[in-house]
């Protein structure tokens, strides 16, 4: 039945009624719908809060570096758990990825020498060929981050209606099975099971997940 994007429309409220989702504000446009799936990234408390509903979870910022391209050097991806840091290769030769430091700077997104540092050190510690490899660019950006770093993906228990998809520090690698777990639980009502481990309450129910393969650290 195809879609409408709105480009650069902010949703400044969400409308309950008798204990669940009625309706969207979009600058001075209601939109009515039963159904709603914030997907606000770092803004995700204040799209809860706007809900009246609690979300566990935080903004964090990230710094990722891209190398200038070159031969074909690190097949897979590569995350080292010990020194927080990951990469992979690009299919264009770019070499791309990221460091944790806990000193880097909260208030900015310009692209930070400390980390860009700490960056190219941990590349240099794995791979030393890529001492001889000149920095392309550098970038910051936010995130939203669970208590334990997995996606909060589902119905949220406290306003029927109202299905989250927030939590996410690896986006890109989850958001093709989130989008379809996420409307086989808003069409069909079926919670997939692989889906489950993430529901929005499981802090509640003592049972977070264990991300063994992601490489941030709780620095808020
Ligand atoms: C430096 C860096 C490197 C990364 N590297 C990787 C990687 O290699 N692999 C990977 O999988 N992920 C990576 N990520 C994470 C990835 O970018 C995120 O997980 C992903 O973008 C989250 O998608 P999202 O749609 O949930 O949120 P976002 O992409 O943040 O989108 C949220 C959108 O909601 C909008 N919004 C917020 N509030 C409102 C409002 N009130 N009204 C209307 N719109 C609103 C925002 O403007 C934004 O456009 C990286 C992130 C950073 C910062």
Redesign the pocket.
Known sequence: RGVSIRYR????AIDRSAGRVTGVRVGEQRIATDTLVP?????SN??AQLAGVPLDGYPMR???MALEPMRPLIGPAVALLDRLCYMHQTARGEV?G?AEVAERPQNTLNADVPVMAATAKAYLEMFPQLGRARILRQ??????ISKDFGPLLGAHNALPGLFI??G????????PAAGEFLAKAIVKGVVDERMRPFAVDRFERNQAVVEPGIVLSHFE
């Not at 997907?39 to 803004?43: T, V």
């Not at 996410?168 to 958001?175: E, I, N, P």
């Open positions: 429309t902010e949703v400044s997907a606000g990234g770092a803004e204040r799209l990230l710094e990722a791309v990221g970038w910051a950006g936010l995130v939203h998809s927030a996410w520090c690896y986006g890109h690698a989850g958001a």
